[in-house]
């Protein structure tokens, strides 16, 4: 075979060549960098999606506290709505921002922490210029029962749960001992959204550890908590669901906070008393000091309180037990009444307790006995609080011993209050519950400190016990009793046969001896009789025989 000729390419032909090379280098640029966009995502995707699980494993459980929690129940109505108070911070001054609740059910301040709370004075009410502290405002309130919502503005990143829980605990107290006559519902913190880059130093997980810290303050305190979460919280993220909060920000919706109150009235306290002495005379909330137009009203409410000019002044003893109200001329009343008062007039008030009694304060939260009211600018109506001065003490006085795995109860006594079965018991420095008594079963060696404590209006007694549980003694082992040989039977004597007597022999007659014959021719000369001799004891049988021998010779 011959050599073929080499074809050289055409012009057209390398240009074919060049575009395909080409479009193919763009695919391969095109398929890495795809790649490598695919996979920037699915690492995000991953990593999102592993941060939400571990957040849904630590999210709050609040079945740990069901004594606390409160349960469904069926609708408690509008009413129960319109008899609460809502108290809180931002997301709580929301309920009448959205017109879903009157200025009069809430007290909410933007940015309050739990710190400020009982501290803080910025609120106001009608006609007056002074700026109140919330527990200051719920005594004037005198709401039937309070739902506090607090807790999102201490959640940022390193904050302390104890110290939270310290403050929180300081705040109850507080309203506690300025108005008693409430119920208290602890309500959970919202969470926040996944998308919370307006607050990014929230921590929804802070959040977890608070709400739980807050159910068992609850369960300790005896309270209630209203656990939202159940509505606000998206188990598939472990954050707040999204519709229900502006893109980024950590602040509720007006459906949020609907769906809030419905959750209140399907889960409402109920079975208490209403407690409160009064609800005479309550103020109305201003949004801020009276300048003019004030409240929701603005200045319809201003005209009517400038067209009023004369005022009330109402005084009362609690119960009309504890105590009695003195002013100026008048003493021993249970209750006082001013009118025609005017912005120039001052009514000073004195509280006197009875004998085995003590003042506690006065319903708007006034602690002290003598108050003076004066520059009246709308009418007044008080309380005054008398409680019986309390002694907590140990029926079984204060201190006893006992032997171990023995059982032992102790009773409290309660003098001044009624209210035995609110007495708080711990032993050993942990919560043994309330009630009158306490009982164990089984007592370990040692020391043991039982102690008891009631607050009764603020007022707060106590008692310590030491019990001590001693070792059981040792029991002294008994010997072991040693057998005690049988002893043989004694062989009874064999009775000697008493001998026959021996008869004594019968004697063998004396034979006489035969006269001898007298000669007849010389007669015998009368014998001189012979003297009897003394008789003889009677001569052996031997004898006798040898004498019959011999007589025989």
């Given at each position: ?6 074809r050289s390419l055409t ?6 060549i060049l575009v395909l ?437 603020g007022r707060l007694s ?92």
């Amino acid at each position: 075979m011959g050599n073929e000729p080499k074809r050289s390419l055409t012009y057209k032909q390398k240009q074919a060549i060049l575009v395909l090379a080409i479009c193919a280098l763009a695919l391969i640029v095109t398929t890495t960098v795809m790649a490598v966009l695919v996979s920037q995502k699915g690492g995000s995707g991953d990593s999102s999606s592993s941060t939400s699980q571990v957040t849904v494993q630590n999210s709050f459980d609040a079945s740990k506290y069901p004594d606390a929690v409160l349960a469904e129940t069926k609708d408690a109505g509008k009413e129960y709505i319109d008899q609460t108070l809502f108290v809180g911070d931002s997301n709580t001054e929301r309920y009448h921002r959205y017109g879903l609740l009157s200025l009069d059910q809430v007290l909410g301040i933007e940015g309050l922490t739990i710190q400020r709370l009982a501290t803080e004075p910025a609120i106001y009410f009608q006609n007056d210029t002074t700026a109140y502290t919330i527990p200051q405002a719920i005594a004037m309130m005198k709401p039937r029962r309070i739902v506090l919502m607090m807790g999102t503005n201490n959640a940022n990143e390193g904050n302390s749960v104890d110290s939270f829980i310290s403050s929180y605990t300081s705040a109850l107290e507080s309203i506690q001992s300025s108005y008693p006559y409430t119920d208290i519902i602890i309500a959970a913190i919202p969470p926040v959204p996944e998308d919370h880059s307006k607050y990014p130093n929230i921590s929804q997980e802070l959040i977890n550890e608070m709400n739980d810290a807050l159910a068992a303050l609850c369960e300790e305190k005896d309270l209630k908590f209203l656990d939202i979460t159940e509505i606000l919280l998206d188990q598939s993220t472990g954050y707040g669901k999204s519709q229900y909060y502006q893109s980024g920000d950590i602040h509720l919706k007006k459906d949020a906070l609907t769906n809030i109150m419905d959750y209140a009235r399907t889960h409402a306290y109920e079975g208490t008393e209403d407690r409160r002495p009064d609800t005479n005379n309550i103020p109305k909330r201003s949004k801020q000091t009276n300048t003019g137009s004030t409240g929701q009203n603005g200045d319809s409410q201003s005209a009517s309180s400038e067209a009023q000019d004369a005022f009330t002044a109402q005084y009362n003893v609690d119960k009309n037990v504890g105590g009695t109200l003195t002013s100026g001329d008048e003493s021993g009343k249970t209750s006082l009444r001013f009118e025609d008062l005017t912005s120039k007039d001052s009514i000073t008030v004195k509280a006197v307790a009875d004998e085995g009694y003590e003042f506690v304060k006065w319903s708007d939260g006034n602690t002290n006995a003598t108050r003076t009211d004066k520059k009246f600018k709308q009418n007044v109506n008080v309380t005054a609080m008398f409680s019986a001065k309390l002694k907590l003490s140990f029926q079984q006085g204060s201190s006893a011993e006992i032997t171990e795995e023995k059982p032992f109860t102790l009773n409290a006594v309660l003098v001044g209050s009624s209210d035995i079965n609110s007495v708080q018991w711990t032993v050993d420095g942990s919560d043994a519950g309330a009630g009158e008594s306490y009982h164990q079963d089984s007592w370990s060696v040692g020391k043991h400190t039982i102690r008891i404590s009631i607050n009764v209006n603020g007022r707060l007694s106590n008692a310590e016990f030491t019990l001590t549980v001693n070792p059981k003694p040792t029991p002294t082992p008994s010997p072991e009793p040693t057998a005690t040989p049988t002893p043989k039977p004694t062989q009874a004597p064999t009775a000697t046969p008493t001998p026959q007597p021996t008869q004594a022999p019968t004697a063998a007659p004396t034979a006489t001896p035969a006269p001898t014959a007298t000669p007849a021719s010389t007669p015998a000369p009368t014998p001189a009789p012979t003297p009897e001799p003394a008789p003889e004891s009677q001569p052996s049988s031997e004898q006798t025989g040898e004498q019959q021998l011999g007589s025989e010779h």
